[in-house]
């Protein structure tokens, strides 16, 4: 098994610029979500899902789009990047709530 | 929400010393993360636990649901062993994220 799988894993943008960041797992787990780390803060939520069709928001969401058509795909979308979204993000599955969480390899995004 | 501390925030340790972070946080939990991240590296997870210690080689995790407190563990720390270590507690409800620490980030030298 492959487990989570994002990419790209490295990524500079233009400001206004849209991209989306891709996140699938192969473990048939229902629960994911996206987060980004950034320096002293730790990692916080942008948006989750917890089954395919059904997504809401997290902590931080202005700026970003999910869906989820499937339950293996969740990607997150910027619809106009800006320098406030330079960070690192991270998508993440489980298959329950309380259950071993795996995450994808992270991608370092700049937008200058 | 859930409120997650973490300390120390950063650690500094010789090679064979024994190291302890601690994590606390506010609102009763049915489980609790431990994590790790190398330097420009992903996270993986290294523990889940609900209740009393895991052992894994030379990490040991602890948690005691009545003071809402974790340790993480490590018995002669090796060079290889730095890195950031996160606690993470479950968002709530059915909504399946979680709610991360700070983060130790821990340099063991030789």
């Known amino acids: 098994n492959a487990g989570v799988t994002q990419t790209p894993k490295f990524q500079v943008l233009k400001t206004g610029q849209s991209m989306t960041l891709q996140c699938a797992q192969d473990?048939?787990?229902?629960?994911m979500s996206w987060y980004r780390q950034d320096p002293g803060m730790g990692l916080r939520l942008i948006h989750y899902?917890?089954?395919?069709?059904?997504?809401d928001q997290g902590e931080v969401p202005n700026g970003y789009n999910v869906s989820r058509s499937t339950t293996e795909d969740f990607p997150l979308r910027l619809l106009s990047a800006a320098p406030s979204q330079t960070s690192v993000y991270f998508c993440?599955?489980?298959?329950?709530?309380?259950?071993?969480?795996?995450f994808g390899q992270g991608t370092r995004l700049t937008v200058v | 929400k859930n409120e997650v501390e973490q300390s120390p925030q950063n650690l500094t340790a010789q090679e064979g010393e024994f190291i302890t972070i601690n994590c606390s946080y506010s609102?009763?939990?049915?489980?609790l993360h431990w994590l790790q991240q190398h330097p420009g590296g992903g996270i993986v997870s290294l523990f889940m636990?609900?209740?009393g210690k895991k052992k894994h080689g030379r990490l040991i995790a602890t948690i005691n649901i009545q003071e809402k407190h974790s340790s993480l563990h490590i018995t002669a720390s090796h060079p290889r062993d730095s890195a950031v270590y996160i606690c993470?507690?479950?968002?709530?409800?059915?909504?399946?994220?979680?709610?991360f620490g700070k983060g130790t980030k821990l340099s063991v030298k030789p």
């Open positions: 609102v009763g939990i049915s489980a």
């Open positions: 636990l609900s209740s």
């Open positions: 993440a599955s489980l298959q329950r709530v309380n259950t071993e969480a795996f």
């Open positions: 473990m048939n787990h229902e629960y």
């Open positions: 993470a507690v479950p968002g709530g409800g059915s909504q399946g994220n979680l709610i």
């Open positions: 899902s917890v089954g395919a069709g059904i997504t």
